[in-house]
């Protein structure tokens, strides 16, 4: 809490500082009654069931399908950004409909006989809806099914380690590996190198680079990440991704396959599990 009626939110490195009706970086925190917490409390801009390789996860619960829900907002802002319609949306501004944890948790039970292991907090950042994953996701590992976070990893230490004990397994999506370039995003490097390694050691932890070629695609980059993630643990399945034109880089070409391929050799040399992606 700051001076004033003006709120700190907790959650990420951002720590916004929120006047009474104001609304976070990530437009889906603000300052309402006095509190901290989301506009739309379980509002869901998509819910469908997924293979868990989607996520994407290559080495936890293979062939099985998860329940997967998204919300609106996010904490960074990538030019690049595959889920703008909800990841930069605002309240009002994105189609989706109310659910209470309990009902979802309801039917990710119902769903488990057709392979479904719990649910996936997914396709915007699932760290701005702290409040409901933390409380939705507690309902279902009552239940004994499972919680995947797919996370930008952008979380305030304390936040982070609040949802750990609750999340089964986890794909971080790694911007780049160049601390200037997240910058550029309004992240930090540093705070997703932290929170992966607290991550991988308490769960199952995948990662992701989508490379964006002209940004962050030099051999030189992947190499330093794979070099780095071996470092943690040389078996973190690390997925190298290819970037479409989306949003503010709808110039920006496709990435070629032969790059794709090229970096995916490049980490092998440090990494047991690297997978192409999109290709
Ligand atoms: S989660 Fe949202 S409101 Fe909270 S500090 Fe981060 S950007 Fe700001």
Redesign the pocket.
């Given at each position: 809490m700051t001076g004033g009626n003006a709120l700190?939110?907790?959650?990420?490195?951002?720590?916004?500082r929120?006047r009474p009706g104001e609304?976070?970086?990530?437009?889906?925190?603000?300052n309402i009654a006095a509190e901290?917490r989301l506009w739309d409390y379980g509002f869901l801009t998509a819910l469908a069931l997924d293979p868990v390789e989607k996520k994407p996860l290559r080495h936890f619960q293979p062939g099985r399908q998860v329940l997967s829900l998204g919300g609106y907002?996010c904490?960074l802002r990538c030019p690049h950004c595959q889920n703008h319609a909800i990841a930069l949306a605002g309240r009002g501004e994105a189609p989706g409909r109310f659910y209470r944890p309990g009902a979802l948790a309801d039917l990710a039970a119902e769903l488990v006989p057709r392979g479904n292991i719990g649910l996936a907090f997914t396709y915007n950042e699932p760290?701005?809806q702290?409040e409901f994953v933390r409380e939705t996701a507690t309902l279902i590992a009552e239940r004994g099914l499972r919680n995947v976070l797919v996370t930008n990893g952008?979380a305030?230490e304390e936040a982070w380690l609040g949802l750990l004990p609750l999340i089964d397994a986890m794909n971080i999506d790694v911007k780049t590996f160049a601390p200037e370039r997240y910058a550029e995003l309004g992240g930090n490097l540093d705070v997703v190198r932290r929170n992966l390694e607290l991550a991988a050691a308490v769960c199952h932890v995948e990662a992701t680079l989508l490379l964006i070629p002209g940004w962050n695609d030099s051999p030189a980059e992947t190499e330093a990440l794979a070099r780095w993630l071996a470092g943690v643990d040389r078996h973190i399945p690390l997925h190298i991704t290819r970037f479409f034109p989306r949003h503010q880089r709808s110039d920006t070409p496709p990435t070629s396959p032969e790059v794709i391929f090229a970096r995916t050799e490049t980490a092998r040399r440090y990494l047991t599990r690297v997978y192409p992606g999109n290709v």
């Open positions: 700190r939110c907790p959650i990420c490195p951002r720590h916004c929120l609304s976070g970086f990530c437009r889906a925190r603000a901290i907002g904490n760290l701005v702290y952008y305030a």
